[in-house]
């Protein structure tokens, strides 16, 4: 199997999970739909195309395993809804008008607490499954070269370093994860890294089910993976 291997390495990353209110909470680990987002990005794919995310998405294979251990930073946010610049018409980021529809929610200071994994280290084994487009070698391709720039999540979530480590030939994700040398981190080395691997590829300490699959006509989630936990 021709498997890449990816570094993340960026003072802020945010793998978002399930939004609950105004909390936005991360996974320990990228979601698959987050990677395939990141990777049509590379490949200057349009988010109107959905047939060809969701088709990568469910092709993708990958592993990760934390290098350097990251801190949770949880972002307070305020805004004062009731400046009069705010105040009336607004836009959402897709250039459409979102009028208020009164009430006192609408004037008031509007809170949201937003999380992410701050100074960790990252290491990704990705892998596609069947045939078509795109290719191994086209991703490979796209992450020398992206068509855009690429980010951890948010967008301020920007890279420290290019994100492609390189491309080998291993038995699995988990092979070529397990055969990539830790990121030198130094003090911030501790133990043996915990990883996560498609359940299929072998056990691990435990089993964790991830809401990470993605509808993206829709933009709901549409099932869940399970994956192995354990270290590597």
């Known amino acids: 199997m021709d498997v890449l291997l990816l570094r993340f390495d960026a003072p ?11 909390r936005h909470p991360l996974w320990r680990y990228p979601a698959a739909s987050q ?3 990141m990777l049509g990005n590379a490949l200057g794919l349009d988010h109107r195309e959905v047939d060809r ?3 990568l998405e469910d092709r993708l294979r990958f592993a990760a395993r934390w290098d350097a251990e990251p801190e949770l930073l949880v972002d307070y946010q305020t ?7 705010l105040v009336g018409t607004g836009w959402t980021t897709r250039g459409r008008r979102e009028d208020r529809q009164g009430g006192t929610a609408s004037t ?8 992410y994994w701050a100074n960790g280290i990252l290491t990704v084994a990705l892998a596609l499954d069947g045939e078509g487009w ?6 490979e391709i796209a992450l020398r070269r992206p068509a855009r720039p690429l980010f951890l999540g948010r967008k301020p979530c920007l890279p420290a370093s290019p994100i492609l480590l390189g491309r080998r ?3 699995g994700v ?37 809401f990470d699959r993605r509808d993206w006509r829709n933009n709901i989630h549409r099932g869940t993976r399970r994956y192995a936990v354990g270290p590597i």
């Open 169 to 171: 030939q291993a038995a």
């Open 108 to 115: 008031a200071t509007h809170i949201r607490y937003r999380h």
């Open 53 to 55: 995310l969701e088709d």
């Open 134 to 139: 795109p290719s191994i070698g086209d991703l």
């Open 12 to 22: 802020l990353m945010s793998f978002g999970a399930v939004v609950v209110d105004n």
């Open 174 to 210: 988990r092979a070529a994860l397990a055969a990539e040398p830790r990121a030198e981190v130094g003090p911030r080395r501790a133990g043996l890294p915990e990883a996560i691997w498609p359940l299929d590829e072998g056990p691990g300490l435990r089993i964790e089910e991830r």
């Open 35 to 37: 990677l395939a987002g």
């Open 79 to 85: 805004v004062d809804l009731g400046q009069p610049h």
